[in-house]
Structures are given as C-alpha cells and as structure tokens.
C-alpha cells in the first residue's frame, strides 16, 4: 500500500496527515499547549480517596485532577512505590533494579485506602487524555514504549505481539529478549519487531534503560506534583509507530521540523532516511497534496460517499451516532435486499475510515438499512470487521440488533477529532440573525438624505444586493425610489449587484465614484 505523511507546521501547532493510496486516512494534531500525553509519568500527590468508588484523584500538576481507581494500580504497584522511595532517596539500586527485591502482587480484591493515603507521594502514567469535564485516567502499571520494544520494570516476563504469526519467529524473539534483557525488566515486543535484528533490538532496549535511568535520577531532586518522563511529541511518536517498508515519502514544510524528522529516521531507520523531504512550494502543503480537501469534505456532519449513500454522524457526550442514508444511489440488485445490501457495504468501509480518521472513541451506534436475510445481516458484519482491521486502536464489534443497529467500541485515549469546515455566513456574520429588510431600505434612505441635502448632490447611483434592489424599484410610478426622487428633485439610479451582502450597499457619484460615508 502507498502511504504518506504529510506534516504541516502553522501557528496552531502541528498537523500531521496520513494518506493511504492518496486518500486521508488518519489526521493528528498536536497543539503546542497540550498539557498531558498518553504515557507522561507523572510523580504526583494523593488528594483525595473515594470510598465509594475505590478511586483516588491525584494531584499531577495540571487543571484537572487525574482519577485512579484501585484497579488501575497494577499488580506491580507494591514494587513501584518501593522504587519510588528508593529514587527519592538517591539510592543507586533503583537505576538498575539488579539487587531490587521484588514486592508481592498486589491483589485484585482490596481498598485503596490500605494501599495509599491522602498526601501521600505516588509515580502515576497518563492513560487517557482529559476528555471534556474529566481529567486525566491514570495508572501505577508503569511502562516506557520505544520502536521495537516496551520495557515493563518489576516482572521478569517476556510478551509477544499477537499479531506476529510465525511460531519460529517468535520463539526466535523469544531467546534474543531472554539473553539481553536486565534482570527485574520485562518486555514486550511490538509487531514492528518482527524480522528485525538483535543488533535493533539491543539498540532499543538500551535506549529505554537510560530513559528509567534518567527517570531516577530526576526523582530524587524534584518536588510533587512534576512530570519526570515525557512520550514523545505527537510527530516523533507517529513517526516511531507508523513508518513501515511500504512508507514511501514524508513531507514537512518547517525546516527545523524537517531536520528533526530527518534525524530521527535516520537513527531509526537508516534506511528510510531519503524518503523525508522538505517541502518549499508556496501552496500551503496541505492544499499541495489535496488534504485540505478531504478535510473539508470528510469532517462535516453530512459524509458523502462517491455512489450517492451519505452518513450522518451525531458526536453527543456519552456516544457516537451515524446514520446510513441511501440518497440517490442506483440500485445495483434486482431487489430492494439487494440495495440495501450494497449500500450497507459501502457504508461499513467508510464508517470504519471516518472511526481512524476523527479517532472517534468510546461507544459508536450506527443504524444501517434494515436487511431481512440472515446471510445479509451476518456478511455486513464480516465486511465491518475487515475493515477495522486497519485501526490500531482496540475495538469490540457487535453483530446487527433486530433493529438493525450495530455497535461498536472503540479505545479512547484522547478527545475526539473535530475540525470546522463551516465557513462565517457573510450576510449574519456568523450571529444567526440579520436585519429585517425594512431596517436596511430605512438606513438607506437615511444616509440618502444626508447625500442629497447636506452634500447637495442632484443625481447618484445606489447599489446594493438584487433583493434589495427588486424591493425598492418595484412598481415604477408607486416605488420607494420614485418616491425619493420626488421628495429630494434628484435623480437617483438603483443598481442590483450579486456580490453584494444582503445588508450591503455603496453610494456613487453621477461620474463613479464611490461616496464614502
């Protein structure tokens, strides 16, 4: 498959698009005043322990307080704070872990309460980012991500990708993380993995090493709340996920972006360094690439697909609603079923394109065409699950209701994507409401007044918008314009202009120019 990264550094921050065959597949923003990122460890302050929910809000610096519930600890949070008081006092041990003594699993039944205490100091990652009135979800299960690998500190355990098939190639996998992994560090390992050499492989364990390394060090000389490990910014953590062999270019448009992507897949992936290109047209890059246009035309409330079937899609605070319309599509079958069918199709594969695409998350309810056959209801939930097959987030589908509505979840980390394609209406601007019509044709004969009495002008020109112009020239002998020529003795000329505003006019002198008022 053909895929692209278009990157484009503006004043709001970064966008970063990414095309599949030529068409949006995934856009990312990332805004320079983005507080929280998923993975951030935080070492923070209990504030408050909920009884009731066995939760505990969590003081991380911020606005918003993070939520932590007792389940969210981890199993290793007994060796964690262990850790933490170790770091805290310099204690050279927590660096490497090497004569670490791992604690007992913290048992899944228990109160929070017997475990942490209001005040007390905690090292807490970011798992989902604030999403409307909520602060961040946090967890004690501590983990550091890199390219190939995910080092999971406390447990000596080795975890594969599903995702990676072969039994030798994982047992090959298997023995590499087994002979250069640190004792009290475990691992998983990422699909991107597979193939790669132990050479890579090294290369990223140690690189994870000395971000715990560092981690340490910084804890024993800050004060709660701080965040002591930073993920990635949004651009270099795509790029670390993202870029596979089938990547064939990357355009930036910032020349200082433009080196730091550069570098970075150079020391990540050599050789994929002369695919990153700057980008120096005077076309905004995304409009260059026609990523603004699929911005404007995917991102509204009504999608249009190619046939003539359109969705409406409904973002509401507790779900996700889309709608599948018909619309003019020609009918393909000999039957109604038939129809139904093909639009159903066509829909699912789109719907699971505008999920990546506004990284919609949390619970989504899509009401297709209702279909009567088992076999239909049954080869539209196939097609659906093929389809999300291409989003990395976790995501549950559910076979069609007797109602026909299928539902869908969807991990949600983060807000949801929404871009404004409206533009500000120029009649209202933008408020909902204009001037009735009366009022306009009173101003007008207003400063009509003031032109052809105190400036003493005996012959003008008026423009304005055709309706205004229709309204005030109707009826000849009886119009409003006969009637100001008679009241004023001057001739007045009333020209209609269709680019002109409902509410706009413009005064003109006998030889053309412009009055101005």
Not at 145 to 168: D, H, M, W
Not at 372 to 401: C, G, Q, W, Y
Request: with cysteine; charged share 25%; hydrophobic share 40%.
């Amino acid at each position: 498959m053909n895929k692209e990264l278009i990157i484009s550094s503006g004043a709001e921050g970064v966008q970063i698009a990414l095309t599949e065959e030529g068409r949006l597949a995934e856009l990312h923003k990332e805004s320079p005043s983005g507080q929280y990122a998923v993975g951030d460890i935080y070492f923070g302050k209990v504030r408050k322990i909920m009884q009731g929910l066995n939760a505990a809000f969590v003081d991380v610096g911020g606005d918003k307080e993070g939520f932590m519930h007792y389940l969210d600890l981890g199993p290793d949070y007994l060796s964690v704070d262990k850790y933490l008081r170790l770091a805290m006092n310099g204690d050279a041990s927590a660096k490497t872990l090497a004569n670490f003594k791992v604690e007992p699993i913290l048992e899944k039944v228990g109160n929070f309460s017997d475990v942490l205490k209001v005040g007390q100091p905690v090292l807490v990652q970011v798992t989902k980012e604030p999403i409307s009135t909520k602060g961040p979800k946090l967890t004690g299960d501590i983990s550091i991500a890199g390219r190939y690998l995910v080092l999971t500190p406390f447990c000596n355990k080795i975890s594969i990708s599903q995702k990676i098939k072969g039994n030798e190639e994982r047992n090959r996998l298997r023995r590499l993380l087994q002979s250069i992994r640190p004792q009290n560090f475990g691992v998983i390992v990422r699909t991107v993995a597979e193939g790669r050499t132990v050479a890579e492989l090294d290369a990223d364990l140690h690189h994870l090493l000395d971000c715990w390394a560092q981690m340490t060090e910084k804890l024993k000389r800050v004060n709660a709340p701080t965040k002591v490990h930073a993920e990635l910014d949004t651009t270099t953590a795509l790029l670390r996920d993202l870029i596979t062999d089938d990547f064939n270019a990357i355009y930036v448009d910032n020349a200082q972006l433009y080196e730091e992507v550069k570098a970075f897949v150079k020391s990540t992936v050599p050789d994929k360094e002369d695919i990153v290109k700057h980008y120096k047209m005077e076309t905004p890059i995304f409009e260059q690439f026609g990523v603004q246009r699929d911005i404007r035309r995917m991102f509204g409330r009504i999608v249009t697909i190619r046939s003539g079937v359109y969705l409406y899609i409904e973002h509401t605070e507790a779900m996700h609603v889309i709608d599948v319309n018909s619309g003019n599509h020609i009918k393909a079958g000999n039957s109604q079923e038939d129809t139904a069918l093909q639009v159903n199709i066509e829909s699912a594969q789109e719907i699971a394109r505008q999920l990546r695409l506004r990284d919609m998350g949390g619970i989504v309810i899509v009401d297709f065409i209702d279909m009567n056959k088992a076999e239909n209801r049954k080869k539209l939930f196939d097609v659906m699950t093929e389809a999300m097959k291409a989003d990395k987030a976790r995501h549950t589908i559910l076979p069609l209701s007797k109602f026909g509505l299928m539902q869908i979840t969807r991990q949600r980390v983060r807000p949801s994507l929404e871009v404004d394609v409206q533009e500000k209406c120029p009649f209202c601007d933008g408020t909902g409401h204009i001037k009735q019509s009366l009022v306009v044709v009173d101003e007008i004969e207003s400063s009509l007044k003031y032109i052809l009495t105190a400036a003493n002008e005996k012959r003008i020109s008026i423009v304005t918008h055709p309706y205004i112009q229709a309204y005030l020239t109707k009826g000849w002998f009886r119009s409003l314009r006969w009637q100001w020529q008679r009241t004023y003795r001057a001739r007045i000329d009333i020209q209609p202009s269709a680019q002109f505003g409902l509410l706009e006019f413009k005064f003109f002198h006998a030889n053309g120019d412009e009055i101005q008022m």
